[in-house]
């Protein structure tokens, strides 16, 4: 027949006509493909981690901020109308319109313009009286005046702040 050949070959030239390594280089594009979708998934996920972190880190801070406006309002509340007079006052966090409470260095000085939070030690609130509400003592019959009050509520982390203002009014 052929000189040198063997049964075996002949078979494998007649069925396969040259293609006895294609299975390789088949296997390894398939785990070429698996390896880089393995390496995006991988990346997508540390920026989610990373993402997940930014928003858990900010509504700390938000609802720090938050609870020290509502620990101000609370304050308010409890005060003697002799206390939320600016003119009168002994709260130190108590201040007329002209204060800015926006400005961060004003909300972190806890000597003469905020007070610190109980909740957390770099959570800070301070109070503008905006005095008296327009067409709240209308009323004959009352002697009493509806008080307008602007609550603001600071909290700085490491990765993170929030500045939350919130609205009061007392009638005394």
């Keep these: 027949m052929y000189p040198g050949k063997t049964a075996m070959s002949r078979l494998r030239r ?3 006509c040259g293609q006895e390594g294609s299975i390789i280089i088949v296997a390894l594009v398939l785990l070429l493909l698996v390896t880089l979708m393995g390496i995006s998934i991988t990346q997508i996920t540390s920026v989610e981690m990373r993402v997940a972190a930014n928003e858990r880190d900010y509504k700390r801070v938000f609802y720090l901020a938050e609870a020290a406006v509502m620990e101000a309002l609370q304050r308010l509340e409890n005060a003697e109308p002799v206390d939320l007079k600016t003119s009168t ?3 130190p966090w108590l201040h007329d319109d002209d204060t800015n409470l926006e400005n961060r260095e004003n909300m972190k000085n806890t000597d ?3 007070a610190e939070s109980t909740f957390d030690p770099d959570t ?3 109070v503008t ?3 008296i509400t327009g067409g709240s003592s209308l009323s004959m019959t ?3 005046r509806l008080y307008s009050f602007d609550a603001y509520g600071y909290s700085e982390k490491q ?3 929030a500045h939350i203002v919130g609205g009061y009014k007392r009638r005394f």
């Design 14 to 16: 007649k069925n396969g």
């Design 89 to 91: 006052t002994t709260l």
């Design 112 to 114: 003469s313009i905020s």
């Design 124 to 126: 800070y609130f301070a």
């Design 129 to 131: 009286a905006r005095g």
């Design 142 to 144: 009352t002697s009493s």
């Design 159 to 161: 990765r993170g702040r």
